[in-house]
């Protein structure tokens, strides 16, 4: 538990979007593309990942509402990392002006301090 206290909050959001990503991407493999045993293997590795990200999101050493800005943010760079390895898909522009307001937003939500 020592290695975790001392990972920075980045460190603990970039894992968490990794795991629900990656394993929301397995799932959706596992359903669309599968069938039998492979189909019921990978949606149970997905589930196990989408497991980890909730673990891992919730151990970031910030409030919630600070964290879940945050998350949104890195959320989406990953969603759009995976998207392109995992589904070879370009993000359109849509996506990335939509990106830019979605990664702005959660950093004003994480970082804007008040009085």
Same mark, same amino acid.
């Given at each position: 538990? =020592?290695?975790?206290? #001392?990972?920075?909050?980045?460190?603990?959001?970039?894992?968490?979007?990794?795991? %629900?990503?990656?394993? #929301?991407?397995?799932?959706? =493999?596992?359903? *669309? %593309?599968?069938?039998?045993?492979?189909?019921?293997? !990978?949606?149970?590795?997905?589930?196990? !990942?989408?497991?980890?990200?909730?673990?891992?999101?919730?151990?970031?050493?910030? %409030?919630?509402?600070?964290?879940?800005?945050?998350?949104?943010?890195?959320?989406?760079?990953?969603?759009?990392?995976?998207?392109?390895?995992?589904?070879?898909?370009?993000?359109?522009?849509?996506?990335?002006?939509?990106?830019?307001?979605?990664?702005?937003?959660?950093?004003?939500?994480? *970082?804007?301090?008040?009085?």
């Amino acid at each position: 538990m =020592k290695l975790l206290a #001392d990972m920075p909050v980045l460190a603990f959001l970039t894992i968490a979007t990794a795991l %629900e990503v990656a394993g #929301d991407a397995i799932i959706r =493999k596992s359903l *669309f %593309e599968h069938a039998g045993l492979a189909r019921v293997a !990978l949606f149970l590795l997905g589930a196990v !990942l989408v497991t980890g990200y909730g673990t891992f999101l919730n151990l970031a050493p910030l %409030e919630f509402g600070k964290v879940v800005g945050l998350y949104i943010a890195t959320l989406f760079v990953m969603w759009q990392l995976i998207t392109f390895f995992a589904f070879r898909t370009l993000p359109t522009l849509p996506v990335m002006v939509g990106g830019v307001l979605i990664v702005t937003g959660g950093l004003v939500v994480s *970082f804007w301090k008040t009085a």
